[in-house]
């Protein structure tokens, strides 16, 4: 699995069978083509982060793997597209004021998380390579 399925469905480790369900479905509005043209969101990744959930077992070992992991924990995800590209990078402004940026790079070597250059958020960037 690519991403923590918490992460992607924008859930706490917490979350009860009905609001692992209501994410899910909002993930699946958000990512539909029909409704965000500009959606970069993979919808398989959706599905499996709610099969994961939803079985208890591979629930507790992604538990497990979470326990064990350090480093930040993204505050949302947040596609590439909503991103303003510039010369050298993608930017997108933080709440703080701050803001995100991200290299072609950095892209390259699959770097998703992405400090803010003011406060100590992160989020996780969603972007796919394209072959050239």
Same mark, same amino acid.
């Given at each position: 699995?690519?991403?923590?399925?918490?992460?992607?469905?924008?859930?706490?480790?917490?979350?009860?069978?009905?609001?692992?369900?209501?994410?899910?479905?909002?993930?699946?509005?958000?990512?539909?083509? *029909?409704?965000?043209?500009?959606?970069?969101? *993979?919808?398989?990744?959706?599905?499996?982060?709610?099969?994961?959930?939803?079985?208890?077992?591979?629930?507790?070992?992604?538990?497990?793997?979470?326990?064990?992991?350090?480093?930040?924990?993204?505050?949302?995800?947040?596609?590439?597209?909503?991103? *303003?590209? %510039? *010369?050298?990078?993608?930017?997108?402004?933080?709440?703080?004021? %701050?803001?995100?940026?991200?290299?072609?790079?950095?892209?390259?070597?699959?770097?998703?998380?992405?400090?803010?250059?003011?406060?100590?958020?992160?989020?996780?960037? %969603?972007?796919?390579?394209?072959?050239?």
């Amino acid at each position: 699995m690519i991403m923590d399925p918490y992460t992607l469905l924008a859930l706490p480790v917490d979350a009860s069978p009905v609001e692992i369900k209501a994410a899910y479905h909002r993930a699946l509005l958000a990512a539909h083509p *029909d409704k965000r043209a500009d959606s970069t969101a *993979d919808i398989a990744a959706i599905q499996e982060a709610y099969r994961v959930l939803c079985t208890p077992h591979l629930r507790a070992r992604i538990q497990h793997t979470r326990n064990s992991q350090t480093g930040p924990r993204p505050a949302q995800v947040i596609s590439l597209t909503e991103f *303003d590209e %510039g *010369d050298e990078a993608w930017v997108h402004a933080c709440r703080c004021g %701050g803001a995100y940026r991200i290299t072609a790079d950095e892209m390259e070597k699959g770097t998703h998380l992405v400090p803010c250059t003011n406060c100590s958020e992160v989020v996780w960037v %969603g972007y796919e390579l394209m072959d050239e």
